[in-house]
């Protein structure tokens, strides 16, 4: 129920007891926040405003109030004329569609809603699939556990995004800052209240974010000459970015033991050691790296069912070349987990890509909804059916012309997509799940290339390195793979490259999202990292890290899982490599 204090929370403390009636009332008739109220405010006020004329912003009075409920009365009636007629056919629930995009598909592949000049664009209704129930999908063979699903979950991972305001998005990153410096101080046991800006005789330790001084630099990506720390406003005294140089002997305190050094890029968060001497900068004679995450390498597994095993084919999108949409890469793909059966099958968007020069010159003779059942969920759906008891998984990904939120952290695709299939699961972007008892993360965004493109080296003497109970990858690679999980993030980078903005509309206020762990929780076993990087498996002590690469280059990666009371790291065997080489195995 909306509250007095909601209502002043959003439209200031200076309402009177009238108006605040007045909103709880339209929240209540509306069925809206305190928050989607006051942005509907927000936008009947916005027309009061010109390129042309500066005016001062109008007061929320009885006649405002007037005017939004006007607004929303005729938003109310626009909508209640565009419910669709409904037809029943063979005893099914319908939605007529012609002439018509479904509400979820209102993104436009091009600068005009109108198709290309020359091309018809033909008119259908989208297949609908009916009389399937729960009670006649047999019983998956694994368990799936994955994001709430109820209503609350749904509706705040498809949160409204542009509304984004400048002080949240700094007491964002100033909270990511602290929690960081706790992390530190727990691990370290050392107390962090320095300032790099200050100047001192003795070393300090301080904590903050790795960026770079734009104005010096003719480059986007980081040299030692341009690096800054940027630290939170409670721990600085004025002055929150202050340049910073390495000492050519500096030490790495808790690296992974062989790598030898480290690597920083912009977003970084890092805990560093040394003194300011009013040179004007901040001399580093040491980093405390972060502690690693908690994994269940060291543990030993209950002994697991003798039918427990099961294998995952995760693929990653584009799913067809950039001049065409014959899916051709696509379908020499799905020939392939034909003929090796994977329990699970986990899909990566990019789907059908908003960007793809067909789809943005609207040569298509169909829906994006309809092209992507075709191409997509029917090959899905008719492949669960020769496989009963397995399941599929799909992860959108933000140039997906199919998905109604186009932002990053990204809620799940609508189940309108699947027509509500059981047997295949919609989980947002990132995602973490669990398959019985195995812990994936995934995410669909190129964080390894954008980290790898930015990412400075600093080369130093390792002190008191982590030494892995298994053996470990320590090659460049798998020290970019490993920023995440020392990071607690999906997506560490910020702020995004210039040039791989199209990439990523990053969404700061909301970044909770992209936390790997929280509150002691694991670390993932398998970390999904797609890329335009070669393909990859990496071993980061109790987690593997996995790169498909691209359907359309031709690569997937294959994961088998064997019961057993071994360790889960000793029970899973992964793989990534061309789709050829798979096929050869199969013979």
Known sequence: MTSKEEILDRFGDDLDEKLIEECINMCKIYELSPEDLFYKWEATTANFYTPFKTQARRPFDMEAVGTLKQSLQRELADKRKQIPKTKRLAGAHVMSTANRMPNFMNRRTGTSSTPARGVQVKSE????EVGLGISSVPAAKVVFKGPSDDASARKSRSYRYM????????????????????LIEQHYGIELNSDPASITDEEVVVVGRITQDTEQSTSSKLDESTLLID???SMGSGKHMVPIRFDQSVKIRGGAKGSGGLGVFPGALVALKGKNGGGGWFTVTEVLVPPPL???????????????SFSVSIC?????SDNDLTFKPWKTLLSTIKSKKPTVVVMIGPFLDATHKV????????????????????PLKSLLDESPGHIAILVPNVRDLVSAHAVFPQAEFETEVTNGDPRIHLVPNPAQFTI???????????VMYHMKTQELNIQGVEVDPIIAQFSEDVDGMANTCRHLLQQRSFYPVFPVPLEESH???LDITHSAALTMVVDGEFAPDILVVPSRLRQFVKNLDGTIAINPSSCAKGTLAIIDVVPGSSSVRERIRAKADKIENFLEVAT
Do not use: C, H, W
């Open 125 to 128: 209704d989208v297949e609908m």
């Open 163 to 182: 509304f984004e305001k400048v002080l949240q998005r700094s007491e964002v990153l100033d909270t990511q800052i602290e929690n960081f410096r706790t």
């Open 231 to 233: 630290t939170a406003r």
């Open 294 to 308: 908690r994994t269940r390498s060291a543990a030993k597994s209950d002994p697991a069912p003798i039918d427990s």
């Open 316 to 320: 990653s999108g584009p799913y067809t």
């Open 359 to 378: 789809l943005k010159a609207g040569a298509v003779d169909s829906t994006p909804l309809q092209l992507f059942q075709k191409q997509f969920i029917n």
């Open 436 to 446: 019985n008892d195995i812990k994936f993360g995934v995410t669909s965004a190129d």
């Open 503 to 505: 990439d990523i509309n």
